[in-house]
């Protein structure tokens, strides 16, 4: 195991929220406007849900929180995996783990991208599902199971995107 000082955890935190933010730009762009003109005047909560995907949370909006929540984690896996395993797990790690935290973060990004380039009404099943699945294999498994710092704790916040992600659908 290397032995990272704290200069070099600063400067690849800084890395990674620098790559981040640049990366996440495109997820927050507006989304297209609709126009009043050719709406039908229909005063039903219904009519209204259904013209913007049928959803009480926007999907575009819950998309793009999704994307940079998840975006952030796999940034870390791909980045800087020593760094996300030592601030929420008491263990040590080597070379596998490094390895294998790599793939899975080139891995979430793949699918991030995809979410993000496929219509939205075929993303937001898949996406919604993902999120649920996640929660439970990953963060809620790892605080039943394993040693977790307080750190770990920022993960259960999948809680309130797996319940916004049902309110988009």
Same mark, same amino acid.
């Not at 297209?32 to 039903?44: F, G, V």
């Not at 605080?143 to 920022?154: F, I």
């Given at each position: ?11 690849? &935190? ?34 209204? &849900? ?120």
């Amino acid at each position: 195991m290397r032995s990272h000082t704290h200069a070099q955890h600063t400067q690849t &935190l800084e890395l990674v929220l620098a790559i981040a933010l640049v990366g996440s730009a495109e997820a927050f762009k507006a989304s297209p406007t609709i126009n009043p003109a050719i709406m039908k005047h229909e005063p039903s909560l219904t009519s209204a &849900l259904a013209l913007r995907g049928g959803g009480v949370v926007d999907q575009g909006i819950w998309l793009k929180a999704f994307t940079a929540f998840m975006g952030l984690y796999a940034l870390g896996f791909v980045l800087a995996p020593a760094m996300v395993i030592e601030q929420n797990f008491d263990t040590t790690y080597d070379k596998y783990h490094l390895f294998i935290s790599r793939i899975a973060g080139v891995a979430f990004m793949t699918l991030l991208y995809t979410f993000n380039t496929i219509d939205i009404a075929t993303a937001i099943p898949i996406a919604v599902a993902y999120t649920c699945f996640t929660a439970v294999a990953g963060p809620l498994y790892a605080e039943l199971n394993l040693e977790t710092k307080p750190a770990h704790k920022v993960a259960l916040l999948m809680a309130p995107l797996v319940i916004s992600g049902f309110l988009a659908l």
